[in-house]
């Protein structure tokens, strides 16, 4: 055995240097042999997007199409991307102007204008990466036109500069460079423009010249004078500069008399080289200055106007104007007085620049009728040359005196102090007094027009029509055009006004107070027709209902009134012994006292008669309305409300209605109901309620929660409402309100024990029915909700195990064999009742080995399960089977070698045994301290001793052959990191051992223990947070279940499992720590089984 041992190690060697031989994966040559080199292309500017500009992989030699070789553009992605597979580099959306560039702007030479970037080629799985650096030289295309500074030139040009003078014109700019930038300049006339400002003589002639000359029409007459213009004024000349620039220069070609034409309009074109060419223009506009050879000139030799005296200052008279044909200072006018007397110079106002003729003191009529002077136009010119004008200023009378008014006494009408008495039952059209109006200007302004204003019952009426009489001094008699009623109006005041005909006019006024005298023609009048009183119940005998008063228009003995009662027309009753009315007050008294209660409403009626002869009287209706007094509580229907809600109900809803009612009206029966809290309630998790978790609704009386209700948490509430009415002083009244709540099923079942990083060991031993474990689970809903039953959904592919639904015994019920010595783990379901019912998984781990040698081991699997997908099963050793046929492939090797090497065995095993009995080393018969390979004796192995009467051991329970592992450290505390490690020596694992097993039964957990080289694992109980995917585990519920509908349990994955992956192949000794690289297949399957309770 020791032979074979040191055989297998030999070729495991052997295998370690085959490895280290082996050459390098093809991709990495590559790599390594691909010199670095600068990519280079070519690619024009302005092109759309997508366009090809080479294959990466194709110029560094790589062969792609296997998909081993990926490339990255690590830079220049803002212009250019690359195919990850094929290494095609391309363009992107964004459009490559080379103008815009910030690395091109000063550049002229297309061979330095480029844009870099740089592409890794990446090896499978990263493993290797290469970085190369690229350039993509930007060309340039005609794409930009040549463009002057403005679309308007303009150049200045004095008339008597000689023939051949040389003007320089801005020049033009071009952002392209080479043959697309400026290449000439052309001088043509805009075409359709006349070519500048002509004088009248001249444009005439002008244009009857082209028309004799080209009688082919217009266009070929504007081109006939372009070619004039061009040849016998102008000429473009371009000179080259010593940078390279082409710089237009204008060229004065013949005589330029600015009386002929002051202006030219040219247009000015350049062109580049490209192909097609681009070109723009620009209106080149040449100005010809002037020199001052004319004198002003007068529109008019006499300018007269017309004045209105006692005009303001400053007011604008006439505006003298006179017209220079020079230009600048040459053709610049001012304006001063001539021939003028000192009065011209004080009253009026010259302004030198603009000509206006202005008041600067006022004019009287009176004083002066008529100013006469002259004015001069002056240029600013060396020598100034002037002109003068003529004017004549009529002073213009106006209306500046205002009418009079006189009233005086007319006939038997007294008029005293500008008052007339006039009695009401004067007739219609009566003269009552005399208006005499005058006005002591003339003419059209002292011609007056007279009239009363205002809507009186009065007009006036000429006194005389006599042809004679003067304009400016009228009578007239002021009659009555309405009859006159005392008790509508007592009094007129009469205004007069007169106006006269001046512009403007003006207008005075005169007023007479006409006072009517009053007649007995008015009866008493109430305000109201129907009076209604609201008078309080309960009141004192005597007291005082209300004042009724009646008006009378008239005055004296007719308006004096007396009062008195009746009854009304439409009652039957008499308000005689109940209600009372002073005579001269009015005042309305009751005798007895009122209650709303028996009658609500009494109606009388009240007679006014006044004491004039004939007497006249009025009436009018009372309608006392009995108020209501607070005299009346509230009241609750109910003293007890009682009401049932479901929990979970949505805050803000409605969870039950009081009903309150208060006999009284009007405010008093105006009730406010609010929620007072009461006394905390007895047992059943009742209790009292808060103001703050019910509001209660005014109008209605619905009762809201503003929470929602937990009925684990609070089973019933108990509070008071209370009703309190408007009145002074307000009455109130409360009402007990019970709220029992409901369950409904929206807990889930929470498993308690055991937890799903813990595992129970089963020996091989032990017999059917036994019961494994029992599966723990609680929840807090109550009655039906709360009934749980259990089910294994999974894990079990042998059905060697189930679980009784009631209890959650899990009990084993298939044979042990072999193959399912290892790591069981079951997906067990626990049900409520409800409805719809909630579920929750739990993950059991069962092991299935003699004995527990290393702990460590097995709660690496158990981690390496809560990592594992629910699809994929874990149960027993998955390479059980291979190892048979490994094992039967050992065995036949081994058979043929030992016919061979018998001979030379049996030599080196006397030479071994001899060289151990000299150094006192191996002795034959004698037992190694430790072999991994040997089953360990058991006690159980000999045989029972039976006690005195014979009798054999008792049964043994069901749970003796179990034992339970939770891997713990040695100071009893958990591990907590996740690649923490668990020594197979340490302290604390000496405690799991197994109770039954004998000697010939299998110890797989030493197997594992001297084939695995990998570290183990401890698995927290809680998941790692849910931003830390990347870590070595997956990730799981932070309890010890998977909550989730029974129906919705996830248990599909298209990818192998860590621990089905590795358990079928030999492990790599690579690292001292396990880290494993969970696809996200089995993320996502971790995050199906933490799904919400499923209501």
Partial sequence: MRTLLGFVQGCYCCCCCFLLLSPLPPPLWVSLAAAKQMLRYRLAEEGPADIRIGNVASDLGIVTGSGEVTFSLESGSDYLKIDNMTGELSTTERRIDREKLPQCQMIFDENECFLDFEVSVIGPSQSWVDLFEGRVIILDINDNTPTFPSPVLTLTVEENRPVGTLYLLPTATDRDFGRNGIERYELLQEPGSDGGRRGAGGSSSSATSDSALYPGGSKRRQEAADSAARSSVFELQVADTSDGEKQPQLIVKGALDREQRDSY??????????????????????????????????????????????????????????????????????????????????????????????????????????????????????????????????????????????????????????????????????????????????????????????????????????????????????????????????????????????????????????????????????????????????????????????????????????????????????????????????????????????????????????????????????????????????????????????????????????????????????????????????????????????????????????????????????????????????????????????????????????????????????????????????????????????????????????????????????????????????VVQVNDSGQPPQATTALLHVFVNESLANASLVESQVARSLHTPLAHDIAGDPSYELSKQRLSIVVGVVAGVMTVVLLILVVGLARYCRSKGKHGGYEAGKKDHEDFFTPQQHEKAKKPKKDKKGKKPGKQPLYSSIVTVEASKPNGQRYDGVHEKLSADSPSLSRYRSVNGGPGSPDLARHYKSSSPLPTVQLHPQSPTAGKKHQAVQELPPANTFVGAGDNISIGSDHCSEYSCQASSKYSKQVDTMQTTQPPGHIEESCKMNVCPRK
């Fill in 265 to 826: 309009e040219l247009s000015l074109r350049v062109r580049d080289g490209g192909d097609p060419a681009r070109s723009s223009q620009a209106i080149l506009r040449v100005l010809i200055t002037d020199v001052n050879d004319n004198s002003p000139r007068f529109e008019k030799s006499v300018y007269e106007a017309d004045l209105a005296e006692n005009s303001s200052p400053g007011t604008p008279i006439l505006q003298l104007r006179a017209a220079d044909s020079d230009v600048g200072v040459n053709g610049q006018i001012e304006y001063v007085f001539g021939a003028a007397t000192e009065s011209v110079r004080r009253l009026l106002r010259l302004d030198e620049s603009s000509g206006w003729l202005s008041v600067l003191h006022r004019i009287d009529r009176e004083e002066v009728n008529q100013l006469r002077f002259t004015v001069m136009a002056r240029d600013r010119g060396q020598p100034p040359k002037t002109d003068k004008a003529t004017v004549v200023l009529n002073i213009r009378d106006e209306n500046d005196n205002v009418p009079t008014i006189d009233i005086r006494k007319i006939g038997r009408i007294p008029l005293r102090d500008g008052v007339a008495t006039v009695a009401e039952d004067v007739l219609v059209d009566t003269p009552i007094a005399l208006v005499q109006v005058s006005d002591r200007d003339q003419g059209e302004n002292g011609v007056v027009t007279c009239t009363v204003v205002g809507d009186v019952p009065f007009q006036l009426k000429p006194a005389s029509e006599g042809e004679g009489e003067p304009q400016n001094k009228r009578k007239y008699f002021l009659h009555t055009s309405a009859p006159l009623d005392y008790e509508v109006v007592r009094d007129y005041n009469v205004v007069i006004v007169a106006v006269d005909s001046g512009s403007p006019s003006l207008s005075s006024n005169n007023s007479l107070l006409v006072r009517v005298a009053d007649t007995n023609d008015n009866p008493p009048v109430f305000s109201q027709a129907v009076l209604e009183v609201s008078f309080p119940e309960n009141n004192a005998p005597g007291e005082r209902v209300a004042t009724v008063l009646a008006t009378d228009a008239d005055s004296g003995k007719n308006a004096e009134i007396a009062y008195s009662l009746e009854a009304s027309p439409l009652s039957a009753d008499s308000p005689g012994g109940l209600f009372t009315i002073d005579p001269d007050s009015g005042d309305v008294r009751v005798q007895a006292v009122l209650d709303r209660e028996q009658r609500d409403t009494y109606e009388f009626q009240v007679t006014a008669r006044d004491k004039g002869v004939p007497s006249l009287q009025g009436s009018t209706t009372v309608v006392v309305r009995v108020a209501d007094r607070n005299d009346n509580e509230p009241r609750f229907m109910q003293d007890v409300f009682t009401f049932y809600v479901k929990e979970n109900l949505q805050p803000n809803s409605p969870v039950g209605m009081v009903t309150v009612m208060d006999a009284d009206k009007g405010r008093n029966a105006q009730l406010s109901l609010s929620i007072q809290a009461s006394e905390p309630g007895g047992g059943g998790g009742g209790g009292g309620g808060s103001p703050s978790i019910f509001s209660i609704e005014n109008d209605t009386g619905t009762i809201y929660s503003t929470v929602s209700f937990d009925r684990e948490l609070q089973t019933s509430y108990t509070f008071r409402v209370k009703a309190v009415d408007g009145g002074e002083p307000s009455r109130s009244a409360t009402a007990t309100v019970s709220l029992f709540v409901m369950d409904e099923n929206d807990n889930a079942p929470v498993v308690t024990a055991p937890v799903n990083s813990s595992y129970t060991v089963l020996p091989p031993s032990s017999g059917l029915r036994s019961v494994v474990t029992t599966v723990q689970a609680r929840d807090a809903d109550a009655g039906q909700n709360a009934e749980l039953s259990y089910s294994l959904v999974g894990g079990n592919p042998f059905k060697l195990f189930e679980i009784d639904p009631s209890s959650g015994a899990v009990s084993l019920v298939g044979k042990l064999a072999p193959k399912h010595y290892g790591l069981h783990r079951l």
